[in-house]
């Protein structure tokens, strides 16, 4: 099946129109994808077989974490498995690694931790205690060497273990301040309220399912 639209629109965001001129609601899982020509033009094309009467879904971001979703759409994805760690203070270790974002996950259903939190969190731990380790942890995480960097991991888990605490408990103080925050504001004025305490519970309640599973770790 293939569907073509056309369509320039010089000033308003191309995305933005295409998701509400023609109902592409967000989806984790999709039947349409979406492409703009040099020209301007739109081309949206089925990905698999529609029945009829189907929903026709597009990705509009990262369906792992909601909260960029959030922040430029206004609406809150809650099939999303997963939200960001929220470590934006160690954004430059992150990079270093090669990763983004989307690799920084905290699971909303479990509340594992993807792998790679515990690689940037102990590669900012080294880089404050002794460069040279850093330096050796570096090469064993983007070389690959996954024995070298689970050696790592066992040595300094203690130090890790107790970032990671202290950063979800401080980002669930925040939360609780920015919701008390959101609840003083007149929903007739501030629309977007109900939709942020949502997003914000989102949040809140994954990173409780972390700490109840990082308590446990000692």
Known sequence: MYVQYYRFCPVYPLTHFVFHKY??????????????DDGGNCNVYASKDIPAGSPLRMSLGDPTNPSPLFATYGFLDESSPATFCKMMDKQDDMQALGYDFSNLLFYKDTGDISPEVYDVVLYSLLGNADPGLQQAFYQAVVSGDEATKNQYHQQYFQYTLDELKNHV?????????????????????HPRVPVILKHNDFVKETFLRVKANLDTMG
Do not use: C, I, M, W
């Open 23 to 36: 109902q592409f609601n967000h989806g984790a899982e999709t039947e349409v994808e979406v492409n703009f």
């Open 169 to 189: 408990n401080k980002t669930l103080r925040e939360l609780e301040s920015l919701n008390q925050k959101a609840r003083s504001y007149d929903p007739r004025t």
